[in-house]
């Protein structure tokens, strides 16, 4: 079995335990492709724990859960110092984000202090206390989440910290469906338990795929139809002179690489070895939405970096 199949039946069996979130499970396996790291933003009950649990259960590490709440401190998240009286010395003591896959329940909840701690963590893969530094895993992997209704006391991430992660996922309740096999899945998880995970996947396996994925073929039409879509954010004016007094802040070039990563990621986990125009459009929404910086005008007139990202896939042609 190749490396694609086995992703693909890692793919499956997500499903299988994550129903009505097809896209929520897309996106964990391209941001742990891309090395990258995943904001999930959705409202509560939409199974983003359970996502990242199902996924932690199939690879090869270690899962940590911190829930964020006002009074964290961010040695809570990345340690601290202990002394030791035996010793008389002073000895780290590693905290949670010393996993493989973290999962920052509710991060909008902590204070900025504790989110920077993180963030800085996710950007640097190494945590600094005194004059020592300390490597996180080589197989390392965020999903934050907030929840959009309850906003009251709550610490909005900054754009710049934003920016540090590869997508900002936005979910929604699943169809009458899949809200039927949902139903089914619980009651039968309730009567007989949970089932035996019998699928896994290495450290090692994940680290190949993901050179597999750096390598796979990009033609220069759609490396032009890529820069093209990140540079229109800038300056949308343009290709529409409507568009410009909308955007305050374009993405930055980490954006043209979170596309370009997540385009490759796409093409590959669908079985190709060349990526598409479709898998730069596709990427587009969760890669770019959280990047754009819209002005007060155009929140005043309800536009939304999603509604603009709309008008701009609408606009840059695809031969560009």
């Avoid at 509560?44 to 911190?66: C, M, N, Q, S, Y």
């Avoid at 899945?185 to 993901?210: E, H």
Wanted: charged share 25%; net charge negative.
């Amino acid at each position: 079995m190749s490396l694609q199949q086995t992703f693909g039946e890692l793919r499956a069996r997500l499903s299988e335990r994550v129903i009505g979130q097809e896209q929520l499970v897309d996106r964990l396996l391209i941001a742990l492709l891309a090395d990258g790291h995943l904001l999930v933003e959705g409202a509560p009950g939409l199974a983003k724990t359970t996502a990242v649990k199902a996924l932690a259960e199939h690879i090869e590490g270690d899962f940590h859960r911190i829930q964020f709440t006002p009074d964290l401190l961010p040695s809570d998240v990345t340690g601290s110092e202990i002394y030791r009286a035996g010793t008389g010395l002073f000895e780290f003591q590693p905290g949670p984000i010393f996993h493989n896959l973290v999962l920052a329940d509710e991060i909008n909840r902590a204070p900025a202090k504790v989110q920077s701690a993180l963030l800085e963590a996710m950007a640097e893969r190494q945590i600094s206390v005194g004059q020592q530094t300390f490597d996180l895993p080589d197989l390392f992997m965020v999903m934050a989440t907030q929840n959009p209704i309850e906003q009251e006391g709550t610490y909005p991430l900054p754009e710049a910290q934003l920016d540090r992660f590869l997508m900002h996922v936005v979910i929604d309740y699943p169809s009458a469906c899949a809200e039927r096999k949902i139903l089914h899945l619980a009651r039968n998880d309730y009567c007989q338990g949970i089932p035996r995970v019998d699928f896994g996947i290495t450290s090692d396996q994940v680290m190949t795929a993901r050179q597999e994925v750096a390598g796979i073929f990009m033609a220069e039409s759609v490396e032009n139809y890529l820069l093209a879509l990140v540079l229109a954010t800038r300056d949308a004016s343009k290709i529409d002179p409507g568009l410009g007094r909308w955007i305050a802040f374009g993405a930055s070039p980490r954006g043209t690489i979170a596309l370009d990563r997540c385009a490759r990621a796409r093409a590959w986990l669908d079985g190709r070895d060349y990526v598409t125009p479709e898998d730069v459009r596709t990427m587009a929404y969760d890669t770019l939405r959280h990047r754009i910086l819209l002005t007060f005008e155009a929140e005043a007139e309800g536009m939304t970096p999603d509604q603009l990202l709309a008008r701009l896939l609408e606009l840059v042609p695809v031969s560009a």
